[in-house]
T-cell receptor
Framework: DAEITQSPRHKITETGRQVTLACHQTWNHNNMFWYRQDLGHGLRLIHY???????NKGEVSDGYSVSRSNTEDLPLTLESAASSQTSVYFC????????????FGPGTRLLVL | GDSVTQMEGPVTLSEEAFLTINCTYT??????LFWYVQYPGEGLQLLLK?????DKGSNKGFEATYRKETTSFHLEKGSVQVSDSAVYFC????????????FGKGTKLTVNP
């Protein structure tokens, strides 16, 4: 069965370190998205991609970067981790089209000390 | 811009009670509408969707009708169970060349036995 996976599921890091969160999907979807979820803010879009070599900034992109070198993967990098980036991160993917569902990964819980 | 407003909760009900979670939207076009559910410790998953006005989406006893005249997509269930305890998100679907979803902030539902 097709799926979307994230790793690691839990991560503790220190302020200033570079951190990369992995996202891998086997749906062969063109679209991939990264969100963060925080109490009181719901889901906020960080970055998204509509295909290989395409990346776009979302509403809270500062301090984050992504690259898309193949269809299956969209890693999210925190260039220099800050305590404000402590959050739960979700990756999602979808086919193109107004009716299409986004499929979410299980999430990565990140703690920045 | 496009937006979704849903009742923030939390909502606490007894088992077998009737559930309504209100969702209204503002959109420039005619998007599909979605309800996603997030069970504790998991990612979001699609609960139901409707793609045009007057469509009714349904799944697992939940229903929602796309009401263009009131710009609403309220979620209802006639008899909730403890296992329905989760966070529910209303979302506008992709439109106007964008593949992004626009999420409400989520409503936490707790069902007590």
């Amino acid at each position: 069965d097709a799926e979307i996976t994230q790793s690691p599921r839990h991560k503790i890091t220190e302020t200033g370190r570079q951190v990369t969160l992995a996202c891998h999907q086997t749906w062969n979807h063109n679209n991939m998205f990264w969100y963060r979820q925080d109490l009181g803010h719901g889901l906020r879009l960080i970055h998204y991609s509509y295909g290989v070599h395409d990346t776009n900034k979302g509403e809270v992109s500062d301090g984050y970067s992504v690259s898309r070198s193949n269809t299956e993967d969209l890693p999210l990098t925190l260039e220099s981790a800050a305590s404000s980036q402590t959050s739960v991160y979700f990756c999602a993917s979808s086919e193109s089209g107004r009716q299409e569902t986004q499929y979410f990964g299980p999430g990565t819980r990140l703690l920045v000390l | 811009g496009d937006s979704v407003t849903q009742m923030e909760g939390p909502v606490t009900l007894s088992e077998e009670a009737f559930l309504t979670i209100n969702c209204t939207y503002t959109a420039t076009g005619y998007p599909s509408l979605f309800w996603y559910v997030q069970y504790p410790g998991e990612g979001l998953q699609l609960l139901l969707k409707a793609t045009k006005a007057d469509d009714k989406g349904s799944n697992k006893g939940f229903e929602a009708t796309y009401r263009k005249e009131t710009t609403s997509f309220h979620l209802e269930k006639g008899s909730v169970q403890v296992s329905d305890s989760a966070v529910y998100f209303c979302a506008l679907g992709p439109q106007g060349g964008s593949e992004k979803l626009v999420f409400g902030k989520g409503t936490k539902l707790t069902v007590n036995p």
